[in-house]
């Protein structure tokens, strides 16, 4: 299974970015999704997941009313909005795919990763 993560760039202080990721083959929709970032020098870390169906949601406390994550199902494709950007949230992004219908913040419970995107939020 492979995950093709779009949507990086480059942006100012307070702006918007969007994420996607889509899985190669239909393997995630019965599996929580979750959008992981690392920046340089440092663990990669949570950033928000989502359940199998999108009933639920979670995210780290330093992006919790900034960032919605969502997904389409129908093809595989998880979604990371990201507004108000600051600095800090300067890194590359992964998508990954959980061993469960549900996204926890723990990295070993998931099994499939993308190859990342770079987001970059200038001051």
């Known amino acids: 299974v492979q995950l093709q993560a779009s949507g990086g760039g480059l942006v100012q202080t307070g702006g918007s970015l969007r994420l996607s990721c889509t899985a190669s083959r239909r393997t995630s929709s019965n599996n929580g999704m979750a959008w992981f970032r690392q920046a340089p020098g440092k663990e990669r870390e949570f950033v928000a997941g989502?359940?199998?169906?999108?009933?639920?949601?979670s995210y780290s406390e330093s992006v919790k009313g900034r960032f919605t994550v969502s997904r389409d199902s129908s093809k595989d494709t998880v979604f990371l909005q990201m507004n108000s950007l600051k600095p800090e949230d300067t890194a590359v992004y992964y998508c990954a795919v959980s061993r469960s219908p549900y996204a926890s913040d723990d990295r070993s419970t998931y099994n499939y990763w993308g190859q990342g995107t770079q987001v970059t939020v200038s001051s």
């Open positions: 989502i359940s199998w169906r999108g009933a639920s949601a």
